[in-house]
């Protein structure tokens, strides 16, 4: 995926969309798209997340104690945010039901977006907020 594609589909997130332009700008270069297998587990539950992800194309299945879920399937969907910002357990494992191509970004580029825009880090934390109820 092009540099442009990936500023545009984070622009129209609605919780990357929150961040200045510039600091989409940002986290698109040093974040890194990645050709992921079917199969490969991308978050253990439990282990402490260090990077948010975005899935571009193929299907995620999320675990809680090892039980299916539920499955992520939509591109532009964000997930692993919880342990990328607060830097704790996470709290589902992910792994990939077939071959995806992901944005990665660390959590350290995702911090410092934080800073910098109160309006990002708010949307940030609203989207973490729709976990509490599960």
């Known amino acids: 995926m092009e540099r442009d594609q990936l500023i545009n589909l984070l622009r129209k997130n609605e919780v990357f969309g929150a961040a200045p332009y510039k600091a989409i700008e940002d986290l698109v270069d040093t974040g890194e798209v990645r050709k992921i297998e079917t199969g490969t587990t991308l978050l253990n539950q439990g282990a402490t ?21 539920r499955r992520i399937d939509n591109s532009g969907e964000v997930f692993g945010e919880i342990s990328a910002v607060s830097l704790t357990p996470a709290t589902a494992t992910i792994k990939t039901a077939s071959e ?22 708010a949307a940030m934390l609203r989207s973490m907020t729709k976990y509490l109820g599960r």
């Open 100 to 121: 995806c191509h992901t944005f990665c970004i660390p959590h350290v580029e995702l911090h410092r977006a934080m800073k910098t825009s109160p309006d990002f880090a």
């Open 49 to 69: 997340g260090e990077s948010i992800w975005m899935l571009l194309t193929g299907t995620l299945e999320v675990f809680v104690d090892e039980r299916a879920v």
